[in-house]
């Protein structure tokens, strides 16, 4: 079987949740389209690095990315850093002919995104960005139901990515609430995912036109090496430094298919934890998910008689996408872990079989363009074009 | 006990509903405020009028409007017909003196409604305009928490009000798919109601951003009398005349407090039936609500203990406003019919007390600028401040 | 038309709902299969029967039941009184030759059910059992599912009734907590409507087998004239006297056609205001219904595709049973009036057809003979069969 | 760091989920108690232990079972078989001082549960029983609400576990349902796993009342190495052989502490994929959960004020059991997988600790007892003492 030798740079809750999707790729597809082997993993420090060896199983550490893309017996550079980094690597990486996994956003900006984009064109190797969300059975399935045409002509989608772990003023101010680091906030941070999901169920973005806020505009400082997210101590009595991204996004969208949609995305929806999702509709059907229950996905068919009309909670297992290889029986619960497998297995058999990932830096690029459209329609206040 | 005599014009769907309304006024609260008396009922031909006043229980029919207004015996009309006919009814009701209900939206565009409002300003009357759906306890009780400060300073407010009767291409091309009727689709008719809704918990609408489409431009015309909504026979083969109004609408909303918003409202949502609501996030909570639901009420409290922080779905019943009028155990089922009757109670009480009710023509005229700033929106493609 | 004059005996909640069930039938169902008139209305004192009269709008009172039964004038008798009076009330309206509409259940054992019952045996009268909550729509619909074999054989059934305003101990000692004006606790009083709805979806039961238990033992008086139920005043303070019936009892069932079930009734049940609803799988499809949440009927049907399937919730309206007559679009809102009118239809149409009326007293004797096995097998620790 | 040598018996589904665990530990809770090895993998022939190790990452592999256990370079013999292999594996591995990690249910019955909880007894080594579920991060949490007395005296519990795998006939005949290897159906799979939950947050379970049915009376043939369970193709045309096993079950419970309980288990519950959860209510508060929203605890305080009680859906994450070793965000979504990672770390921190771990073989051997008692309940029909 061919074997597939990884670097992972970045140890945080990304690198976590990657080194365990190619420790359970094998276990989930049998025979694997190839076996991924935890190779090498990188950090900043000696001690984060020889920690990340030992913690995800890797066989190798470094504190040298920059060594690690050119080392020969590498076949994949996996960037799980902060988005500051992703260009860099991801560039150094193609310049070395390695298949590059890459965390969401691409990069910080649109032309960001172009330079890494442009940096694989034209090599001999699988890119992919890390829109997890899409890879969740559910939404493969709801791809699928629209391919077919159950759901007819698509008309008009709402989506929302709303969290609440930086709804607290006193949620310290972690890498993604600079710009220098992040580009964006909720935009490029949630707003990125929902983004992705629309274009992967009704295709391409034309136009966007967004209201962009700012609520919270200052943060205590963050104590310690990563950021945690929900799990950081809230510090309200912390010195504090400003927020120069945008922490609420509501925008109207223009498909280049007909169809029409809005999308709210925000940091300051209390009670919601991850709510990622959508509701779509059809001339002959309707599709609603939220990743909160991200085992259901409720389908309504217009072509039911009208007394047995109802949304179906269709419990996703054996008979859908990536069933065989989950669990046997739907219902025992698909989780975050098990949605980053999935993709991990999109990586990993596409190189095996040679093809591009999907999605892959093209798609990556055209969301940072949306992004940055928002952004601009937010400044402008008005209907931006994307990629004008 | 005061007696107040009703003429009611109009014998359809919205006939129905207050003429039940009327008559469970005083077994839900006793004493009444005052008692409404359904004194006359009026529609087009004898047969309709006949048969109104013994189906919905008055004393005397009329098909003649313009007298039945000037009765003095009359107290208070009614008018329960298609938008165009609400300015003429309602201004020659004024100029008799009569208190006023007026099925809603107001009238077809704000001028119109302007003018409406005008012929009652300065009149020593109440007037009303039914956006019943405000009236539901879980709503009113959202209002509640909002005014305590239990929800803190309110950021985002995301309404919709999706529905399916008209989703078939085959429903019938009754009044509410017709310009010069309706005045708009979507928008007034549906739209509106979300619209007060935003209005009430979140305050003033300051600008709008719109995408307004027809997707079904023409229908089979309509048989019979009224406009059976969703019991209306589908009629595929029916012969076809144009839409000339809306049926998809969503928008983004600017208010004067400060927070932003967006509203999605829909004809052509499979599996929605009335499907009303809205989320909406402070700084220190949040509220759910769905009228498809409209028992329950879902609130988070950021000041909880966070292992204790989750949406409470809080089931009305006698601890909430109007619940010693309504039934004596949560969860007994409050449904259409019953916020009816609470909207009923705030007009008769209104009345008795010799104030103006809520909402009143104000209100339904600030709701007709909004209404027009967004037809105006969608066309001009950009924000349009309200009334503007 | 016909009419139907109404004596109404009893001006509590059950009066309220029974007098706007006779008030709404009309403009439901037009023509109404025959009119009922509130002729007069009686209650202990002239004070609460002139109240009954102004607020339920009937045209005569009176304090005199015995005399009302025998009022040539009267047609229907409806016995809307605690369950001490039912039997004496029943059995003399039945001597008068009225029809009979009878609160549940139908009395305090099942003897004298069966006195009740014998006593209207061989008349040619219509009577009725008030287990109103067979009568929701989405009920009535799933018994149609049934009926037409889309559920296939029935294999079990789970019922439940969970309520929480007696779970305070505060709450006060009603009739309702009184064997000798109640005859049980729980079993009765909310017990009886869930074996009503196994009754009529699954069939005959044969065999009980039950936990009863009375886990709050004395209560404080009940002050005022009328049970409030959920409404009441809780008087931690007030001087306290016994329960003597159950509050909680779980059993298992036995059905004549080979299903097996349970049911969970509770007055202890905090969070559920009033759960009533059941789980019922056969061997093509399965049906769960919450009167919570009425408007709603989960189904699942075992012959849709393997990755299609999937609980439907279907929201009755105008397809639905009885959804012409209600409201014209789903989702609108049917409460728990909407449901008492539907049941009235179902006495008047009886009436009006010279026939039996369902649930009849026949079937009100059954429940009352389940109950008592009830009883006796928390007794007994066994199963009990029914009518043994 | 210590490191733990693990052997594995058994590469079913079992396997696969137990080896993830494993694989998981160390990335989710660092540093670990110990570092579990994956050093052997035993299954029946040398093609599925091969399989086996390179797919589950083990370093060696056997088919000699009684040999491995023997192996002094191993600490923990994790037995993943079917159930008629669990005693004599056990017995096996306590003879020669392994901790011992062991599928569910513990034995095909309590005599032979009796001779594993000897062997084991009095030797210096910690042993668990697989019952997984109760290691779900909101079912940890219940019980800590218990604990702290938030829910005041606890009175009823009502448990389910619903499945429909097994609901087609045509479902082939695997172990599961053969008394020989399994012991007994319905009751021993998945009854057992509500009744751990039952005793770990209401205490012990003294008498039993049980209906048992076996609905379906033979099933085709199983072809393949593997028991696949929802993922086993349907074979309407197969041989068919007796199913001699249960397939539904319904119970009532007795608590030691004075609770009352039911408890419904089915085989034939078409919708429910593995619809495991209970609703609970004490005297100051109600508990519900469900394990198809494993993620969601629904918990109700009867100490709020009233116009605020509701349930709140609490979502679990950070603030809850186990939440800083999981994902950093509430709704990122824990899954089946994450519970079996907490659950192994209950058995490696227990090694590590040289304690006992919980459930572990005496629970394992009460369990039995009661699932005994069930089988012995539905044949006399009637209360069965547990351990009588």
Known sequence: M????????GTGFMGKAHALAYAGLPAFYWPPPAMPV????????EALAATGRDRFGFEQFST?????VQDPQIDIVDICTPNDSHAEIAIAAAAAGKHIMCEKPLARSAPEAKRMLDAVAGKNLTHMVAFNYRHTPAVVFARKLIEEGRIGTLLNFHGHYLSDWPADPATPLSWRFQKSVAGSGTIGDIGSHVLDMARYLVGEIEAVNAIVQTYIAERPEQTGEFDKLGSAERRPEGPRRPVDVDDEAT???????GAVGSIDASRNAYGRGNYLGFELHGTTGSIIFNFERMNELKVFFADDPPELRGFRTIMTGPPHPHGEALWP???LGVGYLDVKIVECHGLISAIAEGRQASP???DGYRIALICDAILASGQRRGWVEVGA
Do not use: Q
Request: proline letters at 0%.
């Open 251 to 257: 925008f109207l969208l223009r498909f280049a298919g």
């Open 2 to 9: 061919r074997t597939l030798n990884v670097a992972m740079i």
């Open 360 to 362: 892959n830096f093209a």
């Open 329 to 331: 029986v739907a219902g």
């Open 38 to 45: 935890r190779k090498i993993v990188v950090d900043r420090t």
């Open 64 to 68: 040298d990315w920059a060594a690690v």
